[in-house]
């Protein structure tokens, strides 16, 4: 299961970076993603990141401010987060995901709590 690293606290305006090593088979031929869950909401996809690293998406909230990128000689995937806001709070998550379905695919770690003050 991917293991994900990188969370803490930090003020709002801060930087964080992320990163989840996931030392599975086909890491080199999955898109990956992070995702958060944030109190009282639904897991949501953050961004995702191509097999080759060539191309990325990010979600609309995180637009601007958030960078995903991969090693994949490493299985690493990592999630730089910019002018960080108290919306941001949540417990991120990394997996393997398919686009066509919206859907991750593997299993779930731990993930790592990020909590932005005001």
């Known amino acids: 299961q991917p293991v994900e690293s990188g969370g803490g606290l930090v003020q709002a305006g801060g930087s964080l970076r992320l990163s989840c090593t996931n030392d599975?088979?086909?890491?080199?031929?999955?898109?990956m993603a992070w995702f958060r869950q944030s109190p009282g909401k639904e897991r949501e996809l953050v961004a995702f990141i191509n097999a080759s690293g060539g191309a990325t998406e990010y979600a609309e909230s995180v637009k601007g401010r958030v960078t995903i990128s991969r090693d994949n000689a490493k299985k690493t995937v990592a999630l730089q987060i910019n002018n960080l806001k108290p919306d941001d709070t949540g417990v991120y998550y990394c997996n393997s995901y398919r686009v066509n379905s919206g859907r991750a695919t593997g299993s779930w770690g731990q993930g790592t709590q990020v909590t932005v003050s005001s």
């Open positions: 599975i088979p086909t890491f080199d031929y999955n898109t």
